[in-house]
């Protein structure tokens, strides 16, 4: 019995040890950079991925100078070819690196040039700035639709291995 508390309470132990380190988020790693002006603003853009290609999730971060405390900002990104701007978004935190603003696994979903707009409000007043011609690849890979063929064979072939079992079964039963 004895031996057996003690196993559990090693357990226990090194489950609660090891805790800490399993929630622990993987850091923002940032390759590339772009400076926008936004006004009195300076903000540094950075990126996960680069070069971007369109459909492949990344992390975009938003760093003004001086820091976020102090200010706020929205964000509005226009796909290429599209007349009209896309939805204005409040920029906030990132979810892995709080001292910037930030967005999470984001990926854009067509190639060409896109721009992305900013929008900042701080000590020093509102500021504007847009990034151009932020060049988005095709997507990696084989195309969607070939992926998702490929990919469905396994289900077809589950169901005719069902429908072949079913029919074998069903004479015997009766």
Do not use: C
């Not at 700035?129 to 396994?154: D, I, K, Y």
Request: charged share 20%; net charge positive; proline share 9%.
């Amino acid at each position: 019995m004895r031996r057996a508390l003690t196993a559990l309470a090693a357990a226990v132990g090194l489950l609660v040890a090891s805790a800490p380190q399993a929630g622990a988020y993987e850091p923002v790693n940032i390759v590339h950079t772009e400076k926008v002006q936004a006004g009195p603003y300076a903000l540094t853009i950075g990126f996960s991925t680069w070069p971007l290609r369109a459909m492949q999730s990344l992390d975009w971060t938003f760093a003004p100078e001086g820091g976020i405390a102090d200010k706020s900002g929205t964000l509005t990104m226009t796909a290429p070819g599209q007349a009209k701007e896309g939805r204005q978004r409040p920029l906030a935190k990132h979810p892995r690196k709080l001292e910037v603003w930030g967005l999470d696994i984001k990926s854009v979903d067509s190639p060409g040039d896109w721009t992305v707009r900013f929008r900042v409000e701080g000590p020093q007043g509102p500021g504007e700035g847009a990034l151009t011609g932020l060049r988005v690849l095709e997507q990696p890979g084989p195309p969607m639709a070939l992926s998702w063929s490929v990919s469905t064979l396994p289900l077809v072939g589950l169901v005719a291995f069902l429908a072949v079992a079913w029919r074998r079964t069903r004479g015997v039963a009766q």
